[in-house]
């Protein structure tokens, strides 16, 4: 499972947020590899109205119980369940340098 730390813009078709709003986010997928994780997140956010990812940090997880964030952990499950879960924050989530790999060039989600 890779936890993905990336900003979304919201697209046109976004029905809660307006056009151009980046809005942080972790992605959870059940992925080996990051070129996997974009394939297999890219057309879920699409659908939902997220124009542009960029890819911040991602790591390895193994398990999410640790965790006190209720959010997290149902994304977690999600991804278990269905290969993809993700939770939306209303402010940037705090630096953690757990997360080794820095990216960030957006990706067309289209």
Known sequence: MLCIKAMLTAGSTHEK????KRVPAILLVA???LEQAEDMIA???AARGWATMAIERYKEVQEIEAVNDQLLRDAF???EASGVGYVIFPE???SNSSFPNSLGEPRQLR
Request: cysteine-free; hydrophobic content about 40%.
């Open 17 to 20: 947020i307006r056009v151009g």
């Open 77 to 79: 499950h999600d991804a």
């Open 92 to 94: 940037s989530p705090s």
């Open 43 to 45: 057309p879920v956010l």
């Open 31 to 33: 992925a080996t590899s």
